[in-house]
C-alpha cells in the first residue's frame, strides 16, 4: 500500500509542473522587487563576469551569489524566460516533497514522511513561491537535503560529518543568509546530543567542527566583501531587515505613520543593538506586539499581494487578512465577503486567503500533535532538535518583518511534524 501510494504521489508531483504555464501568460508575475535585484545580479555575471554593480555596492553586499548563479545555471541551459526558473522550482518542490518520504525512511516513520510529503505537495504557500523568482523553495531543499545528509553520516560514526554539516549549511547561506544563524544553533543541539553519547570533550570537538565548516564556506565571501567594500560581513540583509522591516514596521503602527517615514527616524550608524533598545525603551509594548503579528503572519498569513501578481492582478495588494484583521476586525472579512458576491476578484482574493488559512491551522495543529503526542513517538536526541531548532530561527527571528513566504524554508520540517501527528493520531507509523 506504501509503495502504491508513494507512486500516486509521484504522479502529483509531476503533474504540480503543469503550472509553469502560469509564467508563459504573465512574464512578469514571478519577478517581485527582490526578484529584480537577483535578475540584475545574475545578468552582469552572464553579460560582464562580474558580481559587482558600481557605483552603488548595495546589492551584491546584499544578496551573496548563491540564487544569481542557480538563474545563471538555467538561462545557460534553457534559455532567460521566467518559466524556465518556475518549472525547474516546481520541481525542486517537488523534489523536497520526496526528500521528506525519504526523512520518514530514514527516522523509521515511513507513513509519516508520505502523509509529511503530501502536505508540502498540497501547500498553497510553496506552489505560490514556487512560481516566484525567489529563493525561499531553493533554500528549503537545501535544508532537507543538509538534515538528510547529516542524519546518514552521523550513524556511520564518521568523525567529519559536523564540518560536512556545517560546510552544507555555509554553502545555503549563499542562497539565504539567514542559514548562517543555523550554525550556532546545530552546533549546540550537535555539542549537547554527542556529550550523552560520548562525553563532552569528544561532543566540544563536534560541535567545534561543525562551526569549523560552516566558517571555511562562508569566509571567502566575508574576505571578498573586506577586499572590495571595506566592510568585514557577509550579508547586509540582517541590518536592513531589522531595521527597515522589523523596527520601522514597530515604529510606524505606535506613530500611526508609514514605514518610510518610520525608517527615515532609525540611524543606522547607531548600529542595531543600540536602535534596537532605543525602540524597545520608547513603544515596549509596540514591540511585542510588533514581533507576534510578524510571526502570526509568517505562520498563517497568505500574501495576496504576490498571488494577483502571479497572475497579472496588480490591484491585489496586502500580506493577507490576518495584518487587516489585526488593524481593522471582524469588518474587514465582512466587506471582503460583500464584495466577492459582486466581484469575481474579491471571490478568488477571498477563496486564496480562505483556503490558506485552513491549511495553515491543519498544518501547524498536525504538527503540534507531532510533537506532543507521545503516541507518535517524535525522534530523539538529534534529528529531533536539529529540526526544532531550525523551525524557531526560521519562523521566529523574522519577528515583525514577518511574511508568509518566510515558512517556506521551514515548511519541509512543519510538514513532517505534521505527518508525524497524523500517524500518531491513526496510530500508525
Known sequence: M????????????????????????????????????YIGLARRLVEQGAYYVPPNSEPDLLRPPGYPLFLVGIWAIFGQHPFYVTLIQLAISGLTAWLIVLLGRELNHPRAGLVGAWLYALSPNVILWSLMLMTEVLAACLLVVTILFTLRLERTASRGWPALTGGLLGLSAYVRPISLTLLPVWSLVTYLSTRRKAGSRPALRSSLLLLAGGALVVLPWVARNQITHGQLIFSTVTQKTWIGFNLASVLAQAQDTTRDRAIAQLDPE????????????????????????????????????TWGHAFGYRAWVGLGILSGLFQDGLSQLGEAARDSLADPQAAARLALIGIGLLYSLVLLGLAGAGLLNRRAQPPAGLPLWLMIGSLIVLVLLPGAAGQARFRVPAEPLLAWFAGLGWTGAVGRS
Open 2 to 37: 506504501t509503495r502504491k501510494a508513494e507512486r500516486i504521489l509521484m504522479g502529483f508531483l509531476l503533474a504540480r509542473l503543469l503550472l509553469a504555464p502560469v509564467t508563459l501568460a504573465e512574464p512578469d508575475g514571478g519577478v517581485l522587487t527582490d526578484s529584480q535585484g
Open 270 to 305: 547607531k548600529g542595531l543593538l543600540r536602535l534596537t533598545v532605543e525602540v524597545i525603551q520608547r513603544y515596549p509594548t509596540d514591540f511585542v506586539t510588533g514581533q507576534l503579528l510578524g510571526i502570526t503572519r509568517t505562520l498563517l498569513g497568505t500574501d495576496i499581494g
